[in-house]
């Protein structure tokens, strides 16, 4: 057995070594950052979002990690990227859906809700049809909409997504209704793409850089953008406009980047600085400039800094707000409220413990009707210290939850896991030694080699 001079100098040497590195950085960045992408892998969103986390990381000198937090038609995502903690750690890519999810009353989440940083590209919708269709411009589906009212059928996202709304938009700016096309709801604009190609719809209303290589394969015809000027990337400055055709309805796509609105200035001017070095061109990492990878990928990079791009929030904002309270678009509330599926998820939760946590101090229904053999001190003592050790996890598990953000995760977890080793029998200097060597380690892993950002509270490692 270690003699108890030497556990206690080689806990103090640790714990000098550990906190030797725990001065607070003020310095912006100290530890990775994440960007919250509200939309899932591979499309548009997330290839942007992967692409400018690349030249942050570069520029910023931090890991920047990339997650997808999708569901609720956008809801999740942006809500966990605008309601995160103000402290520059957790950025925001901010989509169309941010304009128009408060007035479906999805939530009551809203631009003003965030600090907009740099708008990154904004793509047009836009009106494809197949490549043998007999429409050859605006002006002919018009007249093919006007003569079948309800008959043709459209799709290209969700039902009231932005690219339903942008059709709607237009029909309403030619003196028609909503519904005089049918939409059928999908899963975005790939899978609107197939269905076009084999018959089953008439029209693909989505971005021009989601229809690309069957636009440039010439599978599929552009009637319209749904922009104020032809797009400017070569190939693309072919398709004519709806202005052109006599229309003046314009919808476009955007993304950019935001922080949640409580974020000290200091560090927002620091993310513009970094941003504007972006999106101008001027960082480049392995020789490429991101202005440089949008255009290979047929993405606009039009940006819009801070005040320019809070204006052209608002008026997003003020367009859907027109369009969506129309009474087409009017959806009665259901007896069920976005909150009721998680609400009764904690309280299950919350049930079982207290049955399990009662049944545990009562000795009832677990053990059995044979579960205590005997009244006599010793079983009486071995069910008290269950009981124990049962409510110790519970609060462990409650103190953590409560003490990690603002203690970090090194204090918080060390906590845990000194006392839950006193608890379980071990010596409290070994206890003590293994929160000190193992804590800060699996910190390192998670931050460090995963790159995975951590708590890190009142410690700056």
């Given amino acids: 057995m270690i003699p108890n001079w030497r556990t206690e100098r080689t806990v103090a040497f640790l714990l000098c070594l550990v906190l030797s590195g725990c001065g607070r950085d003020t310095s912006y960045p100290s530890r990775p950052i994440t960007l919250i992408c509200p939309w899932a892998a591979g499309g548009g969103t997330d290839r942007v979002s992967r692409q400018i986390a690349i030249f942050l990381e570069h520029e910023l000198g931090t890991p920047v990690n990339v997650i997808n937090a999708t569901g609720g038609q956008g809801v999740t995502g942006h809500s966990r990227g605008l309601r995160a903690k103000p402290d520059g750690y957790t950025l925001a890519m901010m989509t169309l859906e941010l304009s128009m999810l408060h007035w479906r009353e999805l939530t009551d989440l ?90 089953g719809i008439d029209l693909v209303c989505c971005s021009v850089p989601e229809a690309r290589s069957l636009l440039d394969s010439g599978q599929i015809r552009c009637l319209g953008v749904m922009a104020d000027k032809r797009l400017s990337l070569p190939g693309l400055d072919q398709h004519p ?122 000795g009832l229904g677990l053990a059995g009707e044979n579960g205590v053999h005997s009244e006599t001190g010793g079983n009486r003592v071995g069910k008290n210290m269950r009981a124990v050790l049962f409510a110790s996890v519970l609060l462990s598990v409650a103190f953590f939850a409560l003490a990690a953000e603002p203690l970090g995760f090194v204090l918080a977890a060390g906590i845990v896991v000194a006392a839950m080793g006193i608890l379980l029998g071990a010596r409290p200097r070994v206890a003590v030694l293994l929160a000190v060597v193992a804590v800060p380690l699996v910190y390192q892993l998670f931050t460090g080699l995963l790159r995975v950002p951590l708590p890190i509270g009142v410690v700056g490692w």
Wanted: hydrophobic content about 40%.
């Fill in 241 to 362: 406009t709806l202005r052109e055709q006599g229309s003046e309805w314009t919808l476009t796509g955007w993304r950019g980047l935001g922080v949640p609105k409580e974020t000290p200035p200091e560090i927002q001017q620091r993310l513009v600085q970094v941003l504007r070095k972006i999106v101008t061109g001027e960082s480049q990492v392995n020789g490429q400039t991101f202005p440089a990878y949008m255009d290979g990928e047929g993405f606009d990079h039009t940006w819009r800094e801070t005040t320019d791009f809070a204006e052209f929030l608002a008026l997003n904002n003020q367009a859907f707000g027109e369009l969506l309270t129309r009474d087409e678009f009017y959806i009665e509330p259901g007896p069920v409220g976005p909150m009721a599926f998680p609400t009764v998820a904690f309280v299950a939760m919350f049930a079982c413990v207290i049955v399990i946590a009662v049944g545990r101090l009562t």
């Fill in 110 to 199: 809203t631009w003003e809700d965030s600090a907009p940083l740099m708008s990154l590209n904004e793509d047009p919708a836009a009106l494809f049809v197949r490549d043998d269709s007999e429409w050859q411009s605006i002006g002919d589906l018009e007249t093919a909409v006007k003569a079948s009212p309800g008959k043709l059928k459209a799709s290209g996202t969700a039902s009231l997504g932005a690219w339903h709304l942008a059709l709607a938009g237009w029909l309403i700016s030619i003196g028609g209704e909503p519904g005089e096309m049918t939409w059928i709801p999908s899963q975005g604009a790939k899978p609107s793409l197939q269905e076009l190609m084999s018959g």
